[in-house]
T-cell receptor, first 114, second 112 residues
Framework: QQQVKQSPQSLIVQKGGISIINCAYE??????FPWYQQFPGKGPALLIA?????SEKKEGRFTISFNKSAKQFSLHIMDSQPGDSATYFC?????????????FGAGTRLFVKA | NAGVTQTPKFQVLKTGQSMTLQCAQD?????MSWYRQDPGMGLRLIHY???????DQGEVPNGYNVSRSTTEDFPLRLLSAAPSQTSVYFC???????????FGPGTRLTVT
């Protein structure tokens, strides 16, 4: 079964610190790696995404680092703020894997201390 | 645009009861999907649809039925509810299937 493994399960960071969440995948056919952010009581929302042809993508304080050979990617949140406290899901998908099935990681609960 | 809407927000069922979770989107997206979210397990795909009249199974389809008669609507049916189906259910839609998905606000279902 295709899997995306995410770590850590939970993370506590001081305000202004760097939050780092890691994911690893198995299927080399994946060609799209999004991160979703979910606040309590809400549905997930796309935060940032990367294709495997680049090693890094940055949007504001959020950066994805991608290591194709190691089949790993990570989310870095710079200058973490209390408003970043949420659950973060990494995911992987591909048109080639029999449709459009997106595989999600188990999620990381981030708490940023003020 | 309302985006993706889901009803109801909360539901309590007794074992063996049936019900339909409603999902609608107004973005003219061809692709729609249903996920369930359980603690420590992320989001797992139940069923998905690539257009009106076309549906397929995801990772955890047992106990659920879907149909897609229009582009806008994608209801999820629980035929005979079981406690194992206690979960939060999310509907999502996307323009091109594999990429950015837009999620609804979820339905929290409890089966006793």
């Amino acid at each position: 079964q295709q899997q995306v493994k995410q770590s850590p399960q939970s993370l506590i960071v001081q305000k202004g610190g760097i939050s780092i969440i890691n994911c690893a995948y198995e299927n080399t056919a994946f060609d799209y790696f999004p991160w979703y952010q979910q606040f309590p009581g809400k549905g997930p929302a796309l935060l940032i995404a990367i294709r495997p042809d680049v090693s890094e993508k940055k949007e504001g304080r959020f950066t994805i680092s991608f290591n194709k050979s190691a089949k790993q990617f990570s989310l870095h949140i710079m200058d973490s703020q209390p408003g970043d406290s949420a659950t973060y899901f990494c995911a992987a998908s591909s048109i080639k894997t029999g449709g459009f099935k997106t595989i999600f990681g188990a999620g990381t609960r981030l708490f940023v201390k003020a | 645009n309302a985006g993706v809407t889901q009803t109801p927000k909360f539901q309590v069922l007794k074992t063996g009861q049936s019900m339909t979770l409603q999902c609608a989107q107004d973005m003219n997206h061809e692709y729609m999907s249903w996920y369930r979210q359980d603690p420590g397990m992320g989001l797992r795909l139940i069923h998905y649809s690539v257009g009106a009249g076309i549906t397929d199974q995801g990772e955890v389809p047992n106990g659920y039925n879907v149909s897609r008669s229009t582009t806008e609507d994608f209801p999820l049916r629980l035929l005979s509810a079981a406690p194992s189906q206690t979960s939060v259910y999310f509907c999502a839609s996307s323009r091109d299937g594999s990429y950015e998905q837009y999620f609804g606000p979820g339905t929290r279902l409890t089966v006793t």
